[in-house]
């Protein structure tokens, strides 16, 4: 199985900063499928990034997405307030899938 | 549209059993592979399992924690997927969400598509 870590558990942040987001993997994931979520208290789970950079279809251009091998990033460019929420990486080539632990992007 | 709409939440006594449905629209269901996802309270995200359409074979994958206890079936005539649920233990308590990618062209894909979630809450 591979585990996903993320970190930092945590980020506290203000609208308009960047905020830099990492997933560390056990194994070498493939970068066609690694995958980035957003998700709100409530509500369900929002597909950003899939393929480790490629924008799902609607999501701003301030998402980015970069890696290989064991290192990903997650990159907001400037947050807006609608921004703030947790994130989740996931690989999804082999099974199980995994999901990181999650990092929650918190208003400073 | 694309709709996914989880249905069959509910109260369930530890060792009991539940069957989620997830009701599927505005693609072509068939096609796809199709995932359910939990979340328990305060937890993150936890993939369930899932099943592969059948011109993939048609075949299932669990995670361990759920394998010999949870079975995903799909009813492509009607657009329908399921998860049987036995043996239900207290760390089986999370909102179930049914997912896929929506199109098949390339699989395994990332989850383009989610419903809402149905709430399995399993406590003496």
């Known amino acids: 199985e591979i585990v996903l870590t993320q970190s930092p558990g945590t980020l506290s942040l203000s609208p308009g900063e960047r905020a830099t987001l990492s997933c560390r993997a056990s194994?070498?994931?493939?970068?066609?499928?690694l995958a980035w979520y957003q998700h709100k208290p409530g509500q369900a789970p929002r597909l950003l990034i899939y393929?480790?950079?490629s924008r799902a279809t609607g999501i701003p251009d301030r998402f980015s997405g970069s890696g290989s091998g064991t290192d990903f990033t997650l990159t907001i460019s400037r947050l807006e307030p609608e921004d703030f929420a947790v994130y989740y990486c996931?690989?999804?080539?082999?099974?199980?899938?995994?999901f990181g632990g999650g990092t929650k992007v918190e208003i400073k | 549209e694309v709709q996914l709409v989880e249905s069959g939440g509910g109260l369930v006594k530890p060792g009991g059993s539940l069957r989620l449905s997830c009701a599927a629209s505005?693609?072509?269901?068939?096609?796809?592979?199709m995932n359910w996802v939990r979340q328990a309270p305060g937890k993150g995200l936890e993939w369930v399992g899932r099943?592969?359409?059948?011109?993939?074979?048609?075949?299932?994958d669990y995670a361990a924690p759920v394998k010999g206890r949870f079975t995903i079936s799909r009813d492509d005539s009607n657009n329908m997927l399921m998860l049987q649920m036995n043996s239900l233990r207290t760390e089986d308590t999370a909102v179930y969400y049914c997912?896929?990618?929506?199109?098949?062209?390339?699989?395994?894909?990332?989850?383009?598509?989610w419903g809402q979630g149905s709430l399995v809450t399993v406590s003496s």
């Open positions: 996931q690989q999804y080539g082999g099974s199980p899938l995994t």
């Open positions: 393929g480790t950079s």
């Open positions: 194994h070498r994931v493939g970068s066609t499928y």
């Open positions: 997912t896929t990618d929506g199109s098949g062209v390339v699989v395994p894909a990332a989850f383009n598509y």
């Open positions: 099943v592969k359409s059948k011109s993939d074979g048609g075949t299932t």
């Open positions: 505005g693609f072509t269901f068939s096609n796809v592979w």
